[in-house]
T-cell receptor, first 116, second 116 residues
Framework: DQQVKQNSPSLSVQEGRISILNCDYTNSMFDYFLWYKKYPAEGPTFLISISSIKDKNEDGRFTVFLNKSAKHLSLHIVPSQPGDSAVYFCAASAIAGGTSYGKLTFGQGTILTVHP | DVKVTQSSRYLVKRTGEKVFLECVQDMDHENMFWYRQDPGLGLRLIYFSYDVKMKEKGDIPEGYSVSREKKERFSLILESASTNQTSMYLC???????????????FGDGTRLSIL
């Protein structure tokens, strides 16, 4: 039972264009969402997060959008750069109540390739 | 900067062996996690710990156990290694608490374990 799904295994984008990575979730208890980036032979690194009380969060070239009614979030990278080529994972947590200890449920990942 | 260190980058073991994977974090984090990453499946939580000597099962605990005798160290144990446990193993730590629930997890660089 995959509670967090990234339905696109891969995405290819030209340098300078926008990259849009998508993520869907099924558990309505999730209220905190994160994106991680992973290079080969390295651990995932935290990129950006959003709480369910917001619908948008920006950090430089990265913006995350949350549509709670559709149980959908997306990561926009503008402009895309070759160094952004990596695997991107979305993750979700149910933090209300304070007993989750930050436990995360991850999607399958999307391989982003940005061509020069 | 948070540092999560996994003792081995690559490990090769034989079926039936008892295998220990070690993880140390230097940020005095309360919570520690063990995941495995497999192609097409993303990161799946094996076990986590929210305090010394405290542990909880994740989504795929079968065939694994953990130990947390000191706050900074979290060990994953494969009681009797099998070929289906060949995978990338990732350790993470975080400091989520009820008063500060929105904390990302920080990951080590992973251990690629092969069971022959």
């Amino acid at each position: 039972d995959q509670q967090v799904k990234q339905n696109s295994p891969s995405l290819s984008v030209q340098e300078g264009r926008i990259s849009i990575l998508n993520c869907d979730y099924t558990n309505s208890m999730f209220d905190y969402f994160l994106w991680y980036k992973k290079y080969p032979a390295e651990g995932p690194t935290f990129l950006i997060s959003i709480s369910s009380i917001k619908d948008k969060n920006e950090d430089g070239r990265f913006t995350v959008f949350l549509n709670k009614s559709a149980k959908h979030l997306s990561l926009h990278i503008v402009p895309s750069q070759p160094g952004d080529s990596a695997v991107y994972f979305c993750a979700a947590s149910a933090i209300a109540g304070g007993t989750s200890y930050g436990k995360l449920t991850f999607g399958q990942g999307t391989i982003l390739t940005v061509h020069p | 900067d948070v540092k999560v260190t996994q003792s081995s980058r690559y490990l090769v073991k034989r079926t039936g062996e008892k295998v220990f994977l070690e993880c140390v974090q230097d940020m005095d984090h309360e919570n520690m996690f063990w995941y495995r990453q497999d192609p097409g499946l993303g990161l799946r939580l094996i076990y986590f710990s929210y305090d010394v000597k405290m542990k909880e099962k994740g989504d795929i605990p079968e065939g694994y156990s953990v130990s947390r005798e000191k706050k900074e160290r979290f060990s994953l144990i494969l009681e009797s290694a099998s070929t289906n446990q060949t995978s990338m193993y990732l350790c993470a730590s975080s400091n989520n608490r009820a008063i500060a629930p929105n904390q990302p997890q920080h990951f080590g660089d992973g251990t690629r374990l092969s069971i022959l």
